[in-house]
């Protein structure tokens, strides 16, 4: 088959998916290399841009999936007015963002970089798939270790963890002279 058949075919089976598919049993069931593979999602992609079609191919890790295009979403939601998301909350947020810079993390880990409880948020995040189990630690009581999904790479619009933000560290000096937020002149 040549390159713009394979393109339609892939076009069609990420259409019809929906979610995202994962590369390798996309190669799988069309016969074909990771290699072969990914030249025409790269050729698929091109052709949307080109063209510059509704639909884009977005990766996020190992899968790939078909989406509209950002400056598109309006017109379509005025359409389909569909049921606005319950934003994360500062908690779940902050939680997440532990995982994602130190995964695998124990909840107890969380909370002792967060400072309180986070039953609540580990379970909201788990809920929305956001996070997953990825095993026990070999401590005493074995705890769960928790990592991101490839959801939370989907959520956030990111292919890999290496486009996060980096971190900068701080010593000790550093965060006992850093003026508080929102304190006043004379507070700091």
Request: hydrophobic share 40%; proline share 5%.
């Amino acid at each position: 088959m040549d390159q713009t058949e394979l393109c339609g075919i892939i076009e069609a089976i990420l259409f019809v998916a929906g979610e995202p598919v994962v590369r390798g049993d996309l190669a799988h069931a069309l016969n074909l290399t990771l290699g072969e593979l990914d030249e025409a999602l790269q050729a698929l992609s091109d052709h949307f841009d080109a063209e510059h079609r509704g639909l884009r191919l977005n990766r996020y890790g190992t899968s790939v999936q078909l989406a509209i295009r950002p400056e598109y979403a309006p017109f379509v939601e005025r359409l389909l007015q569909p049921v606005q998301k319950q934003p994360l909350s500062q908690a779940a947020m902050e939680t997440l963002s532990v995982i994602a810079y130190r995964q695998p993390v124990t909840k107890a880990e969380i909370e002792a970089i967060r400072g309180v409880k986070c039953d609540y948020s580990v379970q909201s995040l788990s809920d929305k798939g956001l996070i997953r189990e990825a095993g026990r630690k070999e401590a005493l009581g074995r705890p769960i270790l928790y990592a991101t999904t490839e959801e939370f790479l989907r959520h956030f619009g990111i292919e890999s963890l290496e486009e996060l933000p980096k971190l900068k560290e701080f010593t000790a000096e550093e965060v006992m002279s850093e003026p508080l937020a929102g304190a006043s002149e004379e507070e700091k």
